[in-house]
């Protein structure tokens, strides 16, 4: 795939202006302080967010711990405009990095990385490009670095399934409908991961929010 292949952050439909906005609603900051408490950077660190969006992830971890290195690799330069700019009104620094995620180990470079975080891509993506991401993070990891995903996993009540249905509308039934089945504990599996455990879930009007963390070997 390349950068002109990808769905962008807010979706098919909607400009990158509204991405933070909606996700706003997803009961965001809750979940994003989830996955840093799981990230839990150390001075020294190398954190890799890939598909970084507007940036708020990689800036709340570089506020967490201001020692460690942490780099947001994005496809859309419009979207990493929009992280710049959040970083600098922050007062942080974030390495941003262009460039798809099933890239990412050439971008970042093969086991550099103690940490790789994602949040809200793998849903928008084929499952041979959910592959190819999970893929390539676990190259970017050094061993026994760890993996956190933070994104739509089973959707396992009525509810939760009705509420999805928004997502799919902005970003397609045959891309998000995998990880509506829970197909993501498998995959990050077959990418080589040890330890996969879906740690959190959180309830959204948007459908349930999983986080997942794994190591690699």
């Not at 809750?30 to 799981?38: D, E, N, T, V, Y």
């Not at 990095?97 to 809200?120: F, K, N, Q």
């Amino acid at each position: 795939m390349n950068e002109r292949t990808f769905t962008p952050a807010a979706g098919r439909f909607a400009p990158v202006r509204l991405y933070d906005p909606v996700v706003a609603l997803t009961r965001e900051r809750l979940w994003r302080s989830l996955a840093a408490m799981h990230v839990a950077p150390r001075p020294e660190d190398v954190v890799v967010d890939v598909g970084c969006g507007t940036g708020s992830l990689a800036v709340l971890l570089n506020r967490v711990e201001p020692r460690a290195t942490v780099i947001g690799v994005d496809p859309d330069p419009e979207t990493l405009a929009v992280a710049r700019r959040k970083a600098a009104v922050a007062g942080g620094t974030v390495d941003w990095r262009l460039g798809m995620g099933d890239a990412v180990a050439a971008i970042v470079g093969a086991g550099t990385a103690d940490t790789v975080v994602s949040s809200l891509v793998l849903h928008q993506c084929p499952v041979p490009m959910k592959r190819a991401v999970l893929a390539s993070m676990h190259e970017t990891l050094r061993p026994g670095g760890k993996l956190v995903i933070a994104d739509y996993g089973k959707q396992r009540t009525a509810a939760m399934r009705l509420a999805f249905r928004f997502v799919q509308l902005a970003d397609g039934k045959a891309d998000t409908q995998p990880n509506a089945d829970g197909i993501l504990p498998r995959l990050i599996a077959e990418a080589g991961f040890h330890d996969v455990r879906e740690s959190e879930t959180v309830a959204t009007v948007t459908g349930s929010l999983s986080l997942y963390v794994a190591r690699r070997p």
